[in-house]
């Protein structure tokens, strides 16, 4: 991929050129790429097919979200140089949250006792639901945490029900992000 950086006759270019070569305009340089090929006898495997709609459901995101101005205007904030909202979209959606950490240290069933969840995203982390099961697998409560105003990265859940049998119980932390992509830990209790 060559880089044009000054030539004014192409400076700011985009598209197909003949069946030659293709100019992309990435932030304020301008590229020239040779033209994708496909080979019309090649049959998409199960995977590449999957990817495909993937990639497809993110661009229709990514479409959506900066038509938003607020979430267009979030996203414009975390891209690099080279990169525009829609790229970051894009990848928020592709990229789900993880559940580092379940911090159960000052959880001693009672109500009001604190779960402490770290969860990260490549973007943002939009809520982490807390559940409580028993041994049995029984739900005894569940809820959403509230995220720690001093770390964005650690959401606090205080448990709203007494739980006098601690050992064995399922401490369950599900991150959302944006596009609704999920991350899940469990806890066993000892």
Do not use: C
Not at 54 to 61: P, Y
């Amino acid at each position: 991929m060559s880089n044009i950086s000054k030539n004014l006759l192409v400076k700011g270019a985009k598209g197909k050129v003949g069946d030659q070569f293709v100019y992309k305009t990435r932030g304020k340089k301008t590229f020239i790429t040779s033209l994708p090929t496909i080979n019309p006898n090649t049959v998409a495997t199960e995977e590449q097919v999957r990817v495909r709609e993937l990639f497809g459901e993110a661009s229709l995101f990514a479409k959506g979200a900066i038509t938003n101005p607020e979430l267009k205007a979030a996203y414009q904030q975390k891209k690099a140089a080279g990169q525009t909202a829609y790229n970051i979209a894009f990848r928020d959606f592709i990229k789900a949250p993880e559940v580092k950490l379940i911090d159960v240290s000052a959880y001693t069933g009672l109500t009001g006792s604190p779960i402490v969840v770290t969860a990260k995203d490549d973007f943002r982390v939009a809520s982490v639901r807390v559940s409580i099961l028993s041994a049995a697998g029984e739900l005894l409560e569940e809820g959403l945490a509230i995220l720690n105003p001093i770390n964005r990265n650690k959401w606090i859940y205080s448990t709203v029900r007494e739980n006098a049998s601690l050992s064995g119980s399922i401490i369950r932390a599900i991150a959302k992000d944006i596009p609704e992509n999920t991350g899940t830990q469990e806890f066993v209790m000892p």
